[in-house]
T-cell receptor
Framework: GQNIDQPTEMTATEGAIVQINCTYQTSGFNGLFWYQQHAGEAPTFLSYNVLDGLEEKGRFSSFLSRSKGYSYLLLKELQMKDSASYLCAVPSASGGSYIPTFGRGTSLIVHP | DAGVTQSPTHLIKTRGQHVTLRCSPISGHKSVSWYQQVLGQGPQFIFQYYEKEERGRGNFPDRFSARQFPNYSSELNVNALLLGDSALYLC?????????????FGPGTRLLVL
């Protein structure tokens, strides 16, 4: 089975940098997704990591360490609009398909 | 291009009733997945369909069922509703089945069971 752990809530200041961690336990690793979900809205894709290391995409970067079962999402130059829930998801193989298991999400509050 | 669409946006039902939720995937996408999201939790996988066949099923009771139509749209049915079924129901589409592709989510149907 899958076990995914993320902090429940984080707060940060506008313009700052924040790191949102995700640890996972899985029987077979098939990559890790990060999604952003604003309150009352659907999740939207941020990143997909399958190899170790840091992948940068504008203000957002995602890091993966497969040996440690660990990932983080790094948000730079925080803006108020970054206030949202950040979901970590790990797909697991099931009957010829892959079923994503989502963490509970980290609610990020950005204040002025 | 239109994204994933879901209907209705909101729904209020009473315990014991039945509900049907509908989803239309992005044009060209052939796979649809359904998720249940309770407030404060991440989405929980319910079903995945690809080319009208069920490709995955989450840990939900048999009261939950789904199907996919030839035009790749999908319905999620829930029978004998319980208070605990109150949640946001999300539909996501991908080009093909498999689950390793980026999921494109619809706006969801917010179901309240009284």
């Amino acid at each position: 089975g899958q076990n995914i752990d993320q902090p429940t809530e984080m707060t940060a200041t506008e313009g700052a940098i924040v790191q949102i961690n995700c640890t996972y336990q899985t029987s077979g690793f098939n990559g890790l997704f990060w999604y952003q979900q604003h309150a009352g809205e659907a999740p939207t894709f941020l990143s997909y990591n399958v190899l170790d290391g840091l992948e940068e995409k504008g203000r957002f970067s995602s890091f993966l360490s497969r040996s440690k079962g660990y990932s983080y999402l790094l948000l730079k130059e925080l803006q108020m609009k970054d206030s949202a829930s950040y979901l970590c998801a790990v797909p697991s193989a099931s009957g010829g398909s892959y079923i994503p298991t989502f963490g509970r999400g980290t609610s990020l509050i950005v204040h002025p | 291009d239109a994204g994933v669409t879901q209907s209705p946006t909101h729904l209020i039902k009473t315990r014991g009733q039945h509900v049907t939720l509908r989803c239309s995937p992005i044009s060209g996408h052939k796979s649809v997945s359904w998720y249940q999201q309770v407030l404060g939790q991440g989405p929980q996988f319910i079903f995945q369909y690809y080319e009208k066949e069920e490709r995955g099923r989450g840990n939900f009771p048999d009261r939950f069922s789904a199907r996919q139509f030839p035009n790749y749209s999908s319905e999620l049915n829930v029978n004998a509703l319980l208070l605990g079924d109150s949640a946001l129901y999300l539909c996501a589409s991908t080009q093909v089945g498999g689950g390793l592709q980026t999921q494109y989510f619809g706006p969801g149907t917010r179901l309240l069971v009284l």
